[in-house]
């Protein structure tokens, strides 16, 4: 049996790139239009209590922010010193993330007092 070709006038979508309205992508191609029903109402900011550690290039801190647990010891020196670096530099998502491990290590001696009060109660 011999295979059967398509000349490439006779694919379906030969020569789209020709004309941009038989484009499938041409949709996404173009700028975005607002629409008439969309509208965005600025949130109630929540009063700032204590310290909030926030990025150098904000005036504010971000509409939904924690203080709950402010940074403290080791842990809290090295997310202070991150944020005195900007965002788009290595060293601020490094400081981080150490700072992360050594707040694990931190708070190790509370777990262990925890479950030592935990074993002797239960």
Do not use: N
């Not at 011999?2 to 309205?21: H, I």
């Not at 029903?37 to 109630?44: G, S």
């Amino acid at each position: 049996m011999e295979a059967e070709f398509m000349r490439p006038k006779e694919l379906p979508y030969w020569g789209v790139d020709l004309c941009p309205e038989d484009r499938p992508g041409v949709p996404r191609e173009a700028p975005p239009h607002l629409l008439s029903c969309a509208h965005w109402i600025e949130p109630e900011r929540q009063p700032v209590e204590g310290r909030v550690l926030r990025h150098p290039g904000l005036a504010r801190p971000t509409p939904v922010f924690s203080a709950a647990l402010p940074p403290r010891g080791a842990s809290g020196a090295l997310r202070r010193l991150a944020y005195e670096v900007p965002d788009h530099k290595l060293p601020h998502w490094l400081l981080l993330m150490i700072a992360d491990r050594v707040d694990i290590l931190e708070s190790l001696p509370l777990l262990v007092k925890r479950r030592r009060r935990a074993a002797r109660t239960g």
